[in-house]
């Protein structure tokens, strides 16, 4: 399978270094949330293919998360656009590559694999409305493609992805 494109245009006028206690934890756990529009490359395309190499992140910020991503570390999956929603969930299958659609050799690239989807999207109005979820960088930070995720937002993820309130 050659390599698509996903995570192009999703990472908006965001930039800076990574912040603190999120981005550490994301590291010691190796968890992290990916953003794709659907329309453009949808969880039930990864499904089919079987995996992807995640390429097209230009934003420094989701740059420097990306570079700490690490073979095995698992993702959740996020449709952009229309649906704003954690709908599945991915594992890392490669270390950082460089990212073979650009020239500069700045950009880098994971392979990722589906593991499952959920049982019920989690909104990113449900996540707003969580105080467990309300300061995560996917609601401080809203255009950043690549994120970390800590251990208390990811099993708060699938708890409302269960109807767990």
Do not use: C
């Amino acid at each position: 399978m050659g390599s698509y494109s996903a995570g192009k245009g999703q990472d908006g006028e965001v930039d800076g270094a990574v912040g603190g206690m999120e981005a550490s934890m994301a590291k010691e756990s190796g968890a992290w949330l990916f953003k794709e529009e659907p329309e453009h490359y949808s969880f039930a395309d990864l499904q089919r293919d079987g995996g992807t190499l995640w390429t097209g992140v230009t934003n420094n910020l989701a740059l420097q998360n990306l570079r700490k991503v690490k073979k095995g570390d698992r993702v959740l999956y996020y449709h952009t656009g229309k649906e704003k929603a954690v709908v599945g969930e991915m594992r890392v299958v490669s270390d950082p590559v460089p990212d073979p659609e650009d020239g500069s050799s700045r950009r880098v690239a994971v392979r990722v694999e589906p593991v499952r989807r959920l049982l019920a999207p989690v909104t990113l109005a449900q996540i707003k409305e969580d105080p467990d979820l309300a300061d995560w960088e996917l609601v401080r930070l809203p255009r950043l493609s690549v994120v970390p995720v800590n251990r208390v937002q990811w099993d708060r993820v699938e708890e409302l992805s269960r109807g767990q309130a």
